[in-house]
């Protein structure tokens, strides 16, 4: 792959392969002037002191389509693996001097390729490689050269799955006493992957370099530093969108420090500094860079009083943006009686951005009861709390680059910021090499001052994928007020079976001065309910929960019910089963994207004779409550059995999930039988 800009990583290989001449001519001198601390037996030109290896053969099979009104598509992909590795271990001249191990083996491959498209198949004879020669083990400067290339699978919610070739070589190493008072452990390396698939493609080149050090120091101190420095260059993605291949340099430098103090080590402090620098190329260059610390401050007076404090600051500052935020909070403990505590703290929190610079401070006090009775255990709380805001706005909103989000399944994922201006959201992969498309590959909703987005099984984002998201949020105006807060808590346990809770919230917000452009949500919630897990003499219990939910607010008023059973068995003939049932509705009083969400689930975990291990589980799910209602099936299988040297293990799994009119429908078995010798 070709860079797009000449750096000092592009002639990385060269480097290593320099040093390493460097470091061999090094050893020779060492080993003549520096006796081993070895017997003389142990000397010897070359020796081979173990052998082994083992044999597989794997079975996969793949079946999945996709269907709506206008359109349907499918895949057939079943596949045969069978790998032959054989591993070997020894030393040269003596063990403390090259301790080396090598392995590797065919791995051959045949496969069958069925679409609406039409059939294909064929066969692929492939080798993996392992290699690593361990110098001066007993020295206080060992290290390794080391190259690995093997081919792991890839599995895509879109393409099904598809093998990759990886390389990877380079050589790390340790520096420790009485060479250094400081441990320290370094890494140089390369590595490559490419592959492809139907829906993905996979090209990718890094360089990377580390160094991490560690000091104790005055008997209960620690310090630790970690460099890292790496450049990932991609042309990775889903042929079905444009790939732009991108560029990103990345240098992090982390402090740590761990600090106690006091005869007791009643007083411990610890810290982070973490500083990263980041260039990005895809059509234009761009840099971030970002310095943060966070500290945290603990002490314990005596035993009845605690103090703490939390300092955190982030200063970031990026192409043709910035921000400054951090937050302080300090507090103190004291226990009264062994029933009683009360808890008092002081906050405050500043967000700096182009334009924008708000101001929170505040206090809050809480206090805790907690009491035994006859027939279980009684608990109490309370706190109350104020908090000022003052902002002051120039722009009517902010922007928010690359929120990390994992989207698993079809699940909704809330942005963290409020009020979020839709049309300005942008969607990328984690390089960054695509954008995805809204409706297509993703959907945002919106209800009240909270944006969701959520997954579509239709587009190219795969189950379990990482997204960067970048968008703008409303500043909400140029305004100072006061928020007051309030809550009380009760809980009742009774006999160790049975829990019944009320939990009361309220939160009032009092414009001082300005106006606010966003609304200040006053929120009354109220919520109660209760759990149980009832246990039988012969090992089965039962249990359930029910919690109400009741929250009036400004913006978007809602109620929440949830009900919850389950039933468990005891272990009879090696054999566990548990099945739950889970109903929740959410009625938002002014959205239509409301919860009507029913889940079922069924495990069966199972040990038969002979070193049998059975599993199931079987799950469904159905949300008809919003605009775009959800169902998803799954039942898995899983068998294992282990005979001496002989492993076996079978995968199977079937499903649908829909949203909508749209459907995909999958099946994948996988079994393998691998032999040690």
């Known amino acids: 792959m070709s860079s797009q ?65 206008s359109a349907s598509t499918f895949v057939n992909n079943p596949t045969w693996y069978e790998e032959l590795y054989l591993s070997a271990r020894g030393y040269v001249y003596h063990p403390a001097f090259l301790d080396w191990t090598v392995g590797g083996g065919p791995l051959l491959v045949q496969w069958a390729y069925e679409s609406e498209a039409g059939e294909n198949s064929g066969s692929e004879a492939l ?12 020295r206080a400067y060992p290290f390794t050269l080391y190259l690995h290339r093997d081919h792991p699978e890839i599995i895509s919610g879109v393409s099904g799955r598809f093998l990759v070739e990886t390389n990877e070589y380079g050589i790390r190493g340790l520096l420790r006493g009485p060479a250094s008072p400081v441990s320290m452990i370094w890494d140089v390396g390369h590595k490559d992957s490419t592959g492809s698939g139907f829906g993905t493609t996979v090209d990718e080149d890094m360089n990377r370099a580390s160094l991490r050090a560690a ?17 990932r260059d991609s042309n990775s993605g889903a042929p079905g969108l444009p790939i732009q291949q991108s560029q990103i340099e990345t240098t992090t430098a982390e402090l740590n420090g761990d600090n106690t103090f006091g005869d007791t080590g009643q007083m411990l402090l610890r810290q982070n500094l973490r500083w990263l620098r980041q260039e990005t190329t895809i059509a234009t260059t761009t840099e971030l860079e970002t310095l943060a610390y966070n500290g945290n401050f603990k002490w314990e007076h ?52 182009p334009g924008f610079d708000q101001d929170m401070a505040g206090a809050r006090i809480s206090g805790n009861y907690q009491r035994s009775l006859a027939f279980g255990s009684l608990g109490m709380s309370a706190l109350a709390g104020m908090r000022r805001t003052d902002q002051q706005s120039d722009t009517d909103r902010v922007t928010v680059f690359d929120e990390s989000v994992v989207l698993v399944g079809t699940v909704p994922v809330a942005l963290s910021r409020d009020f979020v201006v839709v049309e300005s959201v942008v969607v990328t992969n984690v390089p960054k090499t695509q954008t995805f498309e809204q409706d297509i590959d993703y959907r945002l909703v919106t209800i009240g001052s909270t944006t969701t987005i959520e997954r579509l099984i239709t587009g190219v984002i795969e189950d379990g994928q990482t997204v960067l998201v970048t968008y703008d949020a409303l500043t909400g105006g140029t305004v100072k007020y006061d928020t007051l807060s309030q809550g009380f808590n009760l809980s009742l346990g009774l006999w160790r079976y049975a829990n019944l809770y009320f939990i009361y919230r309220d939160t009032d917000n009092d414009v001082i001065e300005g106006v606010a452009t966003t609304p200040l949500n006053d929120v009354n919630r109220i919520e109660f309910g209760g759990r149980v897990n009832y246990p039988f003499n012969s090992g089965w219990s039962v249990g359930g929960e029910y919690r109400y939910t009741r929250q009036d607010e400004d913006i978007s008023p809602y109620t929440r019910n949830i009900y919850e059973a389950f039933t468990q068995s005891g272990r009879y003939w090696n054999t566990r089963v548990r099945f739950l049932v889970h109903h929740e509705t959410v009625d938002y009083e002014r959205s239509r994207e409301d919860v009507d969400l029913y889940r079922y689930m069924l495990g069966i975990n199972s040990r038969l004779p002979g070193g049998v291990v059975l599993a199931y589980h079987g799950e469904y799910s159905e949300d008809t409550g919003g605009s775009l209602p959800r169902e998803e099936k799954r039942h898995s299988l899983s068998l294992n059995w282990i005979y001496r040297q002989v492993f076996f293990s079978l995968q199977a799994s079937s499903g649908y999930v829909t949203q909508g009119d749209n459907i995909k429908n999958n099946k994948r078995v996988t079994a393998m039988l691998r032999r040690v010798f």
């Open 5 to 69: 800009r000449p750096t000092a990583a592009g002639i990385l290989p060269g480097r290593i392969g320099v040093y390493v001449v460097a470091v061999l001519l090094l050893l020779l001198l060492t080993i003549t002037t520096t006796p081993l601390a070895a017997q003389d037996d142990d000397i010897k030109t070359f020796s081979l002191t173990d052998f082994g290896g083992e044999f597989s053969v794997r079975y996969l099979l793949d079946d999945w389509s996709n269907s709506n009104p």
């Open 127 to 138: 080798f993996n490689f392992d290699a690593e020669l361990n110098f001066l083990d007993l």
């Open 215 to 231: 000091l104790a120091y005055l008997e209960r101190h620690n310090l630790r530093l970690a460099l890292n420095w790496n450049e």
């Open 302 to 353: 005596n035993k009845s009083t605690r103090s703490f404090a939390n300092l955190n600051y982030v200063d970031t500052d990026r192409t043709e943006s910035w921000s400054r935020t951090g937050d302080l909070q300090a507090g103190v403990t004291h226990n009264f009686s062994e029933d009683v505590a009360v808890t008092g703290r002081g906050e405050y929190s500043r967000d700096k951005t």
